[in-house]
T-cell receptor, first 110, second 116 residues
Framework: GENVEQHPSTLSVQEGDSAVIKCTYS??????FPWYKQELGKRPQLIID?????GEKKDQRIAVTLNKTAKHFSLHITETQPEDSAVYFC?????????FGRGTSLIVHP | NAGVMQNPRHLVRRRGQEARLRCSPM?????VYWYRQLPEEGLKFMVY????????ESGMPKERFSAEFPKEGPSILRIQQVVRGDSAAYFC??????????????FGEGSRLTVL
């Protein structure tokens, strides 16, 4: 089955800095890669996603890149704000079951 | 359009009791996933169901755990004879009809099970 590794597990930045979270996956058949944000005690919510026919996607301060050859994808958050503090999960989806990474706890200090 | 509804939000059980967690998917969604989340860990897949059909239960323990999604009513995750290690947050997610997941999963707020 699919295996997703996510790093780092914790990321602490100053407000205004950039944050980068990286994931690798094992199943070359995976073709959909969403990123979810989970605030404390809340549900995970999709923030951005990318499909295997695209190398990069951007939405305001958030961007995701995908390298299919190397089987890794990354989340980039620029100009971080305190409200970006949350746990971020990557996922890889091949045969209808999204497999999630262990999550990255992002802390943005004012 | 109401989102994915889970209940109860919090459930406390003593060892050996049964826990029943319910999930109503978003209107128009016919696929339901159950995930378990332990502290400091990610979302672990348990089971994927469509109406009246279990598609994949490869992530669910063979004993004590069962899931269903009847023709009418919510999906239910049932844990019999709970043990302390079952304490976790259980998230349900739904997606629109389709043979494969091609888009977003919509998560409920989760049910937090505590086993005393």
């Amino acid at each position: 089955g699919e295996n997703v590794e996510q790093h780092p597990s914790t990321l602490s930045v100053q407000e205004g800095d950039s944050a980068v979270i990286k994931c690798t996956y094992s199943d070359s058949a995976s073709n959909y890669f969403p990123w979810y944000k989970q605030e404390l005690g809340k549900r995970p919510q999709l923030i951005i996603d990318i499909r295997s026919n695209v190398g990069e996607k951007k939405d305001q301060r958030i961007a995701v890149t995908l390298n299919k050859t190397a089987k890794h994808f990354s989340l980039h958050i620029t100009e971080t704000q305190p409200e970006d503090s949350a746990v971020y999960f990557c996922a890889a989806t091949g045969s209808y079951i999204p497999t999630f990474g262990r999550g990255t706890s992002l802390i943005v200090h004012p | 359009n109401a989102g994915v509804m889970q209940n109860p939000r919090h459930l406390v059980r003593r060892r050996g009791q049964e826990a029943r967690l319910r999930c109503s998917p978003m209107k128009g969604h016919s696929h339901v996933y159950w995930y378990r989340q332990l502290p400091e860990e990610g979302l672990k897949f348990m089971v994927y169901l469509q109406k009246e059909n279990i598609i994949d239960e490869s992530g669910m323990p063979k004993e004590r755990f069962s899931a269903e999604f009847p023709k009418e009513g919510p999906s239910i995750l049932r844990i019999q004879q709970v043990v302390r290690g079952d304490s976790a947050a259980y998230f349900c997610a739904s997606s629109p009809p389709g043979g494969e997941v091609t888009g977003e999963l919509f998560f409920g707020e989760g049910s937090r099970l505590t086993v005393l």
